[in-house]
């Protein structure tokens, strides 16, 4: 069986997706997951997508980590299966999308996509984790899938790899773990995020539940005056934006950019 897929990536955080309506593609079979995302012998991606029915949405988003596990919410993801769900007729300009964190709207703009993200929750502001007697402060929300937020000084300085992977395994976040977020804050009120993220076991180059959530911590925390203007690892550029409520905030939205890389055919068998 060929199966048809786009190769597609929002701040250079890639993706395969497929459109899935047809309810033809293998979702059980994790192995052929991991096989499409693996670098050196796959597609290669940061993550799956299918676009599928829903009785709710103009469609539903499932979203699969390289590591064959599914993901309840990617932000970057969602702008690429919207800007795609447009280009197919599957919705309008302005949509909605089911996805397991929740129902989410999304503007295909030009030169991007404006998506209205799931209501942060499980806020914890000014925390502490010791790491073996050392005390790492940090924030956490959970904006759509978990994240821990922490401010740092020369964000090229970070070890984004060996940090990152101990506080994602913390057994303050078990069993499920965290994605975890360094950002740093520049003197014109920008923020500068590096993303460590859970099910790629990796730094990536974008991440877009985590920028959301350095926006909404940072404005919190009084950092920053919401819209902030966020530069991911890829250099480029993402825009947060909400209103802030005494119990967290509302009305998120994320935009940024949703790009076409390739498009083919893999043979399942």
């Known amino acids: 069986m060929k199966i048809k897929f786009w190769k597609m990536h929002g701040a250079r955080n890639d993706f395969v997706l497929f459109d899935n309506r047809s309810g033809d593609f293998p979702v059980e079979d994790r192995d052929f997951i991991k096989h499409i995302a693996a670098r050196r012998s796959g597609i290669g991606a940061e993550g799956v997508i ?12 499932t979203f699969f980590n390289p590591d064959g596990g599914q993901a309840e919410m990617c932000g970057n993801g969602a702008r690429c299966a919207a800007l795609l769900a447009f280009e197919l007729g599957v919705a309008e300009k302005t949509m909605t999308i089911e996805t397991v964190a929740g129902q989410v709207c999304a503007q295909v703009l030009d030169g991007g996509v404006c998506l209205w993200m799931t209501p942060p929750r499980d806020w914890e502001l000014n925390g502490t984790l010791d790491m073996g007697g050392r005390q790492l402060s940090y924030s956490f929300v959970n904006s759509g899938v978990p994240h821990v937020v922490m401010r740092t000084g020369e964000l090229r300085d970070v070890d984004v790899q060996g940090v990152g992977s101990a506080v994602r395994r913390h057994r303050q976040f078990a ?79 994320l935009t940024g950019p949703a790009e076409h890389v390739f498009k083919g055919e893999v043979d399942y068998d």
């Open 50 to 61: 299918l676009i599928e029915k829903s009785a709710t949405a103009d469609f539903f988003m």
């Open 175 to 253: 069993p499920a773990g965290t994605n975890v977020n360094f950002m740093q804050i520049s003197p014109e009120g920008d923020l500068h995020v590096r993303t460590y993220e859970r099910g790629v076991e990796a730094e990536t180059l974008a991440c877009g539940t985590g920028v959301t959530a350095c926006g909404l911590v940072a404005a919190k925390q009084g950092w920053v005056s919401l819209p902030v203007k966020v530069y991911t690892r890829s250099g480029d550029l993402l825009m947060v934006d909400a209103e802030l409520t005494e119990g967290g905030a509302a009305c998120v939205t």
